[in-house]
């Protein structure tokens, strides 16, 4: 199958700048300053079908034309390697096998969007991605791909690596903003969007790691060759699946858009583990309503996964097993997002520990009826929080609700998890 | 107080920051890193490197799960409870690791070497259950496996 | 000016206005915790949901943050609205505890008041309450953080509004904490209007705790004494005891909020179970007619032992413009010069010569400050004459106004560009410049006024004065060609001075008898009086004022006066005397006592106080943003 990230993985280490330039590395970059405009690369990308791989699926090149190139004072990019969704690692695997598309698609949009400065955002416990970025970003300053007046094409850009120091929030775009500027990472309001006024008030763009990293194969191939690369029409491009849970090989592939969820399962991932048996899982990341087997053949792209009633995502595939208790594991994901809420609005800080209240009393064996309307009523109600954390935790707990019911009532008839021993 | 050499080096890294209050996070850092924790000196004094106050560096220090406002043992676990480890067997890790340093969640030895600590997702997914201690990530740890590395670390 | 319609009622607002302000003008109230005029939206407490049943936008919103867009079709009665705010009460009283009846916010808490309306009585959540450590934050405001309803108010307030840096918002998750970084006192001037803010009993005031409850207040529309500017305060009474003081929104003057000096120091004066209470003669107590009779005797033995002239009525820059008017008569009729408004000479000179030297069309606002995109500060300690002001440049700079300060340095909540004079500073570029200057700078900054201007507004002039009404003072000064007590003195034809609310420095009238003091406080002048007569505090009557912008105000009577019951000895109460008056309580308004005086000296009672020009005054509102007396 072809790869394109990881065309350049070599096993257990970094591939190397040489290496890396051996391969067509930085000829993307060549190409554009040389022989295409600003425009000229945007649309590229446009044309090219490529959805924002962070998790919310919006189209990248458009994100980029919503800046506006007329005002003054600096524009700036940020690239979002702050991957605190459970259950996705895609970006931490990438940057240490091969940094270096990474630097090539942040300086490629930078000169697309007019940025000097752009900036890698990158979670803590994700040191060695960093150490690789300051080295790759250190190494193309000195072969001329970065700096000033980059191969003399009188562009110039820098990159920035800011470590921070863990919290899930921070990978929302505007938090992000907040955290990168040192203010405390709450979400802001929106609008105005970031590409209007983001970092220090001047527009920015936020794009994840993997996104950004596709640029520089784009530029070299075309936007129909990408397109070509995924396994449906409709889709665009590869995506990185990471896939973790009770599967034989739970690693991180280089798939086509659009491959089925089984297929991923059965074939890269090797099947299930010894005695399990496939009962659900969450498509994209641990914001995401549950799969079940009902959805073993959807096709793993945006649009069709939320046509069944998800998300892609993050692309974080996280396989259960029929041993797994759905509401226990419900209860995990509702507590991880409890515990990650800034603290901002009402329904995510007071109504996720609410939720978590209940689904431990239905756990344990105290739970009633009532509980399931409580329920309810909270994944319609955290709908209205102030950005997308609670409504996040509610993808899951909808996905119990919908698809578990049964499990959930078993619970409270018996008194118990039918799961425990 | 922090050595001089440290002090011109943060110094640096606020100046070359587009505010100061960009490099708030890194100062924090350097200084948990010096002191172990981010003591209430610390706090004063990256307050005075910033130009901020005290209150100021408190709200970003209490934000963060990784920047430690009270004493840590030597060494952190970070023992990642989220799905992913959940699924493969994390609490029993958590469990066993506790039980091990004889301490609950969130506590520190008595001898001062080991703080437990639950955490969010460590980006470790496909080879879960994890857990960091300092910087270094270790995989698909057991019972067992938890039990040789907390020895290590107590006998290096 | 979009149309739109809420709840069936045709609505048609300004641009930019959100559903929420859309619905309150007409009169359709939507819960809100976040959500302050003065600070904005946040968008933190979502209890503002409303169903957008048509229009651009539809289903669940919150009206805070949603711009009105033309056809949009609001209800906030519809039954998801309704069940989506019973929700954020459900959440917020999951850790609110219930101590209403120890909480000072009792009764103006508008947790309290959405809980009731909402319906929230049943409590599904069956964990424990969250509970925090308090923190000791001064002598003025008292932290309980187990009530906070983390609406962020407190912060928004303290470090956006006013520039606080040592107050903030700690933790995340449900720990979220607002406080210091450590115990000690909140250091903005500003800080006691956390305590106005707080929708709930985070912060109260901690000089009145545990005194009233808010269905108990006497409170009635005021105006703060403590400086030239005249905040509206509401006053808070209970017992005959100024208890404590609330902001009042005035959007001309102060806004939303007042300065810790108005809220904290005004009250004590008032409360002072030492301060003249009844009449006296030679420090004897004497009955009203007596004291008034002898002052009456005293006056005439002066005229007839050194002819006319030889009286100083001397009035001051505290005095209500009720008394002021008044003055000038009793003069007449104590064959006396024209009353003294001022005793120092350079301050009469300046104050007058700053008071003529406004007229409508240069004399800015607080408001226009607020709106300033260019100020420069003269040679004036703001901070100390005229903290609200600060706040007010504040705003203009947060709002991208550029802010200059001549002469000595002044520290600002914002960034200040200090420069040698004001040639240095572009008013000639800006839009809408306003000077603020002290009355010793205000000739040097009248000069600017006719700059010719690039394409803005002429400069505006905020001239901070002495006092609470030295803009009166100076106006029935210039009037009446009056002169300062010390040149009258230095004249050599006084011989007895009557001071009503006058604070007379004992070096000026060392040699002179002061016959008569009318005050409420306890000055040196009233323990040089040979007679004392008791005044009513601002508090304890009607009254007018004219602030430093020229903006007459009316403030009207909070409580009625006596000795405050709290402090008293509770061997002597309650009194066994049959009584009308409270004890401590048989005070006059100075108009009255200066009018009874006119009638013992033979002439006619004054049924109107506030007559020629000051007409219009009589009928003042004084819950509106006043009047500006060029307009009179």
């Not at chain 1, 330039?21 to 060549?30: I, Q, V």
């Not at chain 1, 690596?161 to 899930?168: I, L």
């Not at chain 3, 009035?315 to 009353?339: K, N």
């Not at chain 3, 009469?348 to 300033?372: E, H, K, N, P, Y």
Request: charged share 20%; hydrophobic share 40%.
């Amino acid at each position: 199958m072809e790869q394109i990230l990881f065309r350049h993985n070599r096993p257990g280490r970094s591939v190397s700048f040489a290496e890396y330039r051996s391969e067509g590395g930085f000829t993307a970059l060549k190409t554009a300053l040389k022989e295409m405009s600003t425009n000229e690369v945007q649309q590229s990308v446009i044309d090219s079908g490529l959805r924002g791989r962070g998790g919310a699926g919006f189209p990248t090149g458009k994100k980029w034309s919503f800046v506006p190139r007329n005002l003054p004072g600096p524009r700036w990019l940020i690239c979002n390697c702050d991957e605190m969704e459970p259950g996705t690692y895609k970006d931490r695997i990438l940057l240490e096998a091969n940094p270096y598309s990474l630097v090539e698609g942040i300086t490629l949009a930078c000169y697309a969007i007019g940025v000097r400065h752009a900036f890698i955002f990158i979670r803590r416990g994700y040191e060695q991605a960093a150490i690789n970025l300051r080295r790759a970003i250190a190494e193309a300053n000195g072969a001329g791909f970065l700096g000033e007046n980059i191969l003399g094409s009188g562009f110039s850009c820098d990159i920035d690596v800011h470590v921070s120091a863990g919290r899930y929030i921070c990978g929302e775009e505007t938090a992000l903003i907040n955290a990168l500027e040192g203010k405390r990472a709450n979400p802001r309001a929106k609008p105005p969007f970031p590409a209007v006024k983001g970092l220090w008030g001047g527009p920015t763009v936020v794009n994840n790691v993997e996104s950004l990293a596709n640029i520089p194969y784009i530029i070299s191939n075309g936007p129909e060759w990408f397109k070509a690369t995924a396994a449906t029409p409709e889709a665009a491009g590869m995506k990185l699946f990471c896939v973790s849970g009770h599967v034989v090989n739970p690693a991180c592939f280089e798939l086509p858009l659009g491959m089925p969820l089984g297929e991923i399962i059965e074939g890269p991932c090797g099947g299930m583990r010894q005695g399990s048996r496939f009962k659900a899982c969450l498509p994209g990341g641990a914001s995401t309503p549950y799969f079940t087997i009902e959805q073993w053949d959807v096709p793993m792209d945006f649009d069709p996964v939320a046509k069944a009633g998800s998300r892609l995502g993050t692309g974080g595939i996280v396989v259960f097993d029929q041993n797994t208790c759905m509401v226990a594991a419900t209860l995990n994901l509702v507590r991880f997002y409890a515990r990650e809420s800034c603290g901002w609005c009402t329904p995510c800080r007071e109504g996720l520990p609410f939720v978590v209240h209940l689904l431990e009393h239905i756990e344990n064996g105290r739970g009633s009826e009532e509980h399931i309307d409580i329920l309810r009523e909270h994944v319609k109600h955290l709908n209205q929080a102030f950005c997308a954390l609670a409504p996040g935790a509610m993808g899951p707990l909808d996905g119990l609700l919908q698809h578990f019911e049964d499990e959930v009532r078993e619970h409270i008839a018996t008194g118990k998890c039918p799961c425990r021993n | 107080m922090i050595p001089e050499n440290m002090r011109q080096e943060l110094q640096n890294r606020i100046a070359s920051a587009v505010t100061n209050r960009e490099a708030a996070v890194d100062v924090m850092k350097s200084l948990q890193a010096h002191y172990g924790w981010l003591t209430d000196e610390a706090v004063v004094e990256a307050a005075e490197l910033l130009g901020l106050t005290p209150l100021q560096i408190e709200e970003l220090a209490t934000f963060y799960e990784m920047i430690y406002r009270r004493p840590v043992g030597r060494y952190v676990i970070h023992v990642c409870d989220s799905i992913s480890c959940w699924a493969m067997g994390g609490e029993t890790v958590m469990g066993k690791i506790a039980g091990l340093l004889g301490i609950s969640v969130g506590g520190t030895t008595a001898d001062g070497l080991f703080t437990l600590l639950p955490c969010c997702c460590l980006g470790n997914c496909g080879q879960s259950p994890t857990l960091m201690i300092g910087d270094t990530i270790y995989n698909r740890v057991t019972a067992e496996s938890a039990a040789e590395l907390i020895e290590q670390y107590r006998n290096p | 000016m979009p149309k739109l319609i809420i709840d069936n009622i045709p609505v048609e607002v300004a641009e930019g206005t959100t559903v929420l302000e859309a619905a309150q003008s007409v009169d359709i109230p939507i819960p809100h915790f976040c959500w302050h005029p003065a600070l904005g939206k946040a968008g933190a407490c979502r209890v503002c949901a409303v169903k957008m049943l048509d229009g651009p936008v539809k289903g669940i919103q919150m009206s805070c943050m949603l711009p009105v867009m033309e056809e949009m079709v609001v209800s906030t009665t519809d039954p998801e609205a309704m069940a989506m705010r019973r929700s954020v009460i459900e959440w917020l009283m999951i850790n609110h505890p219930h101590d209403c009846p120890v909480c000072d916010e009792g009764g103006e808490c508008q947790l309290q008041d959405y809980t009731i309306a909402g319906g929230h009585g049943i409590r599904r959540y069956t964990g424990t309450k969250r509970t925090h450590v308090n923190q000791q934050l001064g002598p003025y405001i008292e932290h309980e953080m187990n009530r906070c309803i983390q609406c962020y108010r407190c912060v928004r307030f303290y470090q956006e509004y006013a520039g606080g840096t040592d107050f903030g918002v700690m933790g995340s998750a449900g720990r979220v904490y607002f406080g210091r970084f450590q115990d000690g006192p909140l250091e903005s001037p500003f800080s006691g209007n956390l305590v106005d803010i707080c929708p709930t009993g985070v912060f109260t005031d901690k000089t009145a705790r545990f005194r009233a409850r808010y269905w108990d207040y006497d409170m009635a529309p005021s105006i703060c004494q403590e400086c030239s500017l005249g905040c509206s305060i509401t006053p808070v009474a209970r017992y005959r005891e100024l208890l404590k003081i609330i902001g009042r929104r005035n959007d001309a003057v102060n806004a939303w909020f007042i300065c810790d000096r108005g809220r904290f120091s005004a009250a004590t004066p008032v409360n002072n179970p030492l301060r003249p209470r009844t009449p006296r003669i030679e420090g004897r107590e004497a009955g009203w007619d007596s004291a008034l009779d002898a002052i009456v005797q005293r006056v005439s033995e002066l005229l007839k032992n050194h002819g006319p002239g030889c009286i100083a009525l001397v009035g001051s820059q505290r005095l209500s413009l009720e008394g002021m008017a008044l003055l000038p008569e009793l003069s007449t009729i104590m064959l006396a010069d024209a009353p003294c408004y001022f005793c120092d000479e350079r301050e009469r000179v300046q104050t007058s010569a700053a008071v003529t030297g406004l007229t409508g069309a240069i004399s800015a606002s607080m408001a226009d400050i607020r709106q300033a995109d260019c100020i420069a500060i003269v040679d004036v300690d703001l901070m100390a004459e005229a903290p609200m002001m600060v706040l007010a440049v504040r705003q203009a700079w947060r709002s991208g106004a550029g802010v200059y300060s001549i002469g000595e340095t002044v520290d600002l909540p914002c960034e200040c560009t200090a420069v040698a004079t004001l040639d240095d500073v572009p008013l000639a570029t800006a839009q809408r410049p306003v000077i603020i200057c002290g009355t010793s700078g205000f000739t040097t900054a009248r000069q600017y006024v006719s700059l010719p201007m690039a394409k803005g507004e002429p400069v505006k002039i905020s001239c901070i004065l002495p006092g609470p009404n030295s803009f009166s003072a100076a106006l029935f000064s210039h009037e009446h060609a009056a002169i300062s007590l010390e040149q009258a003195i230095s004249s050599g034809r006084i011989k007895g001075i009557i001071a009503v609310e006058a604070d007379i420095p004992p070096e000026l009238s060392a040699d002179i008898p002061v016959i008569a003091a009318l005050d409420w406080r306890n000055t040196d002048t009233v323990a040089a009086a040979q007679i004392i007569l008791p005044t009513t505090a601002w508090a304890e009557m009607d009254g007018t004022c004219i602030n430093n912008e020229g903006r007459a105000q009316h403030f009207r009577k909070t409580m009625n006066p006596g000795l405050p019951v709290h402090g008293l000895n509770p061997a002597g109460h309650p009194s066994h005397l049959h009584r009308t008056i409270p004890p401590g309580g048989d005070l006059r308004p100075a108009w009255q006592i200066i009018d009874e005086l006119i009638v013992r000296m033979g002439g006619t009672r004054t049924t109107e106080q506030l007559n020629g020009k000051w007409e219009k005054l009589r009928h003042l509102d004084a819950e509106g943003d006043g009047l500006p007396i060029y307009e009179l």
